[in-house]
């Protein structure tokens, strides 16, 4: 159920379509007009808050199939709901996204896209000369976690670039809606009242050689989609 300073802005925002483009009679628009500001005043509502496209829209979880590959892989799991302006929590089972819907979808597509990256990177590395060098001196295994290591710190790098990028070249309005938008997603977490506990993650480096190799590859990764006027906008979604 709504509360009164969102009835109160629907309100507002009724009164300010009746203009005289709409049909309304000179008299009317002026008459609305008036009380939407009147009703502003005694609500102290301001014109971003009407403005806001997320004013009336509800987060909602996205839950994906967490995918199990022997590796650690949560490490860029912050990066990326950072990025979209989402939350997550997981289990041994599913990782859930939370966000405003169309935020969730493209966090869910990139938990995807990062991993099976990852994962053919990672196969890609065991076949190269560098690697069957390596293996004369350490195991495979050793090899393989420690590119994956390498591969999550470079995307996550990447993501955190991409970010912060963001936040320097949007336009003040609409910086401050993507605050106030990052504020409603944590607001409406916290009432979920989940009970999550917190997970560290392993940040031995077994062979640094390797682990190079796959920063270098996350952080060369293509990430198919742009950020534009704080709006996200998906170019391409390869299967």
Request: charge should be neutral.
């Amino acid at each position: 159920m709504e509360n009164k300073k969102e009835a109160i802005k629907r309100k507002i925002k009724a009164l300010l379509v009746r203009t005289t483009e709409n049909g309304a009679t000179e008299a009317e628009a002026l008459a609305a007009m008036a009380k939407a500001k009147e009703l502003m005043m005694e609500y102290y509502i301001s014109e971003h808050e009407l403005t806001d496209p997320y004013a009336f829209e509800k987060c909602v979880f996205k839950e994906v199939d967490l995918i199990k590959s022997g590796y650690e892989l949560g490490g860029f799991y912050n990066s990326l709901t950072r990025l979209f302006d989402c939350e997550y929590f997981y289990n041994y089972k599913r990782i859930s996204f939370f966000g405003f819907e169309e935020d969730t979808e493209l966090c869910a597509y990139f938990y995807t896209f990062i991993i099976r990256a990852c994962m053919a990177e990672k196969d890609k590395y065991m076949n190269s000369k560098e690697c069957k060098a390596l293996k004369n001196i350490y195991h495979g295994r050793t090899l393989a976690a420690s590119f994956v290591k390498g591969f999550i710190w470079g995307i996550s790098q990447k993501m955190e670039d991409m970010y912060q990028s963001r936040k320097k070249d949007l336009p003040e309005e609409v910086g401050l809606m993507v605050i106030d938008k990052r504020n409603k997603v944590n607001t409406q977490f916290e009432e979920q009242n989940l009970k999550i506990k917190t997970h560290r993650s392993n940040l031995e480096i077994k062979q640094y050689s390797a682990f190079l190799d796959g920063e270098h590859k996350g952080l060369s990764t293509e990430l198919n989609y742009a950020l534009n006027g704080g709006q996200k906008e998906v170019l391409s979604l390869p299967e």
